[in-house]
């Protein structure tokens, strides 16, 4: 199959919110919504491992975040806090009114907004995080250059719940990752490129293995609890692990 450019990731990633019956164009049905609520267990779970950076942040923004379900959700949870939710569809925003409705909260900002290409000018955060959606991103240089442009000083970023792999797997997994949902083009995090991208912009980046076995079925309950009990196959299989960026200077 041949590899998609950067645009045209992009806009399969676009036309996938206007299109899908499920959740896209302003629309979320019930069962996009079943397919979001087994998700729940997972980010509560993601939240409470990184709580420290959760709680001591005031303010948050959710990046690639679709229908913001999860900004929503920490919302709730935090409802103290001022919690951002951005997104590169405006169709896929648009869907957030159901979510705000589900848990009774208002976001303090919604945001349509290509993280790979711009920044939001005057938009300073304490914690940026993504769930389960920086495998979509291509150019970590540039998302990364941007996200520290809208970072505060103390601040941190945090991709959650992200499928990675090594050089050996790298294509294997790919390819099968794609079978999977072909609707959009789906990828896996990359060590060395996450580390190179990060010395570029001066962070310092720490990749956390999380096999988790949550929501896991059939022959991936079993290969996810294999690796939660069988350490070291995660420096070799394709995992899932949890990604924290800080300044250098404040590691």
């Known amino acids: 199959m041949k590899e998609p450019s950067f645009d045209e990731r992009q806009k399969l990633e676009i036309d996938f919110w206007k299109n899908n019956k499920q959740e896209g164009a302003g629309v979320i049905s019930l069962g996009g919504m079943v397919n979001k609520f087994s998700e729940f267990e997972i980010f509560f779970n993601e939240i409470s491992i990184h709580e420290n950076l959760f ?3 005031h303010s948050i923004l959710e990046i690639g975040g679709g229908s913001l379900w999860a900004s929503c959700f920490l919302k709730k949870t935090f409802s ?3 919690i951002y939710g951005s997104d590169i569809s405006p169709e896929a925003i648009a869907s957030s009114h159901t979510w705000e409705s589900v848990f009774n909260v208002s976001l303090d900002r919604k945001l349509c907004l290509d993280v790979a290409k711009k920044f939001e000018e005057g938009l300073h955060v304490d914690l940026i995080f993504c ?6 991103f291509i150019d970590f240089e540039s998302t990364l250059k941007n996200l520290r442009l809208m970072l505060n000083e103390q601040g941190a970023i945090i991709f959650l719940h992200e499928p990675l792999s090594n050089r050996i797997f790298y294509k294997f997994a790919k390819r099968r990752v794609n079978q999977k949902r072909p609707e959009v083009y789906e990828d896996l995090l990359r060590p060395q490129v996450l580390k190179k991208a990060a010395l570029i912009n001066e962070l ?3 990749v956390k293995i999380h096999p988790s076995t949550l929501n896991r079925k059939g022959v991936a309950s079993v290969y996810y609890y294999l690796l939660s009990r069988i350490r070291f196959l995660n420096k070799i299989l394709p995992t899932s692990v949890c990604v924290v960026f800080v300044l250098k200077n404040n590691s």
């Open 204 to 206: 310092d980046i720490d």
């Open 80 to 82: 103290d806090k001022e």
């Open 55 to 57: 709680t001591k942040s």
């Open 131 to 136: 769930y389960a959606s920086a495998h979509h």
